[in-house]
């Protein structure tokens, strides 16, 4: 059973928004050479929101009004996301980008830390490009050749399932209902009239 007064779950809960971004980041873009567009890296954004909102929570859980304001900030968090997912699932089929549309911002982070939160490529382009002079890894050519003829990232791709926007949008639709079955309780107490 779901506590949401468990400080260990919440800070458990955290890994995965920490893992997926981490994997998003040293997996697809350094080792595989797939550039993220500006939608890319929104949803980077939107995982590190999640992740500062659990850590928040986590800290917070054991008073009412902390758990109350904790699930609003992984709520709103996830809804960042799912937003931002919905548009790259979009422009996957469309092929156009707001990367042509300067100025791009996101609170200076994209200067701050540019490898992580600057765009550099088209949203609806996700297939690895390599630079000429890149010596790889044989686990490394075959990753990127799997992508390559697949035209892009999918989850299975040797059936194009599971386009990255699809992954993302059901791992924010899915935190977001952890978070509901967490706090399920305390918000049905919260809206429940009371006896007179």
């Known amino acids: 059973m779901i506590k949401a007064q468990n400080k260990k779950f919440w800070f458990v809960l955290t890994l995965i928004p920490v893992f997926l971004l981490l994997v ?20 980077r954004f939107g995982f590190c929101l999640l992740a500062v909102a ?17 699930f609003v900030a ?7 996301g799912i937003y931002h997912s919905w548009i790259l699932l979009s422009t996957e089929t469309i092929g156009s980008c707001a990367i042509n549309n300067p100025p791009f911002s996101l609170f200076g982070l994209e200067r701050v830390f540019p490898t992580l939160f600057k765009p550099t490529g088209e949203c609806g382009f996700t297939a690895p490009i390599v630079p000429f002079d890149a010596n790889l890894g ?50 049905r107490e919260a809206f429940k009239p009371k006896e007179k």
């Open 54 to 70: 659990l850590i928040f929570t986590g800290f917070a859980c054991t008073y009412k009004v902390g758990r109350l304001a904790g």
């Open 138 to 187: 044989s686990l490394q050519s075959w990753f990127i050749q799997l992508y390559s003829e697949a035209d892009g990232w999918y989850l299975i791709p040797s059936i194009k399932f599971g386009t990255m926007a699809e992954c993302t949008f059901i791992a924010f639709v899915a935190m977001m209902i952890v978070a509901l079955i967490a706090e399920g309780k305390e918000i």
């Open 74 to 80: 992984v709520f709103l968090s996830c809804g960042y």
């Open 24 to 43: 998003s980041h040293f997996v697809f873009v350094k080792w595989l050479y797939m550039r993220p567009c500006t939608e890319c890296v929104y949803i």
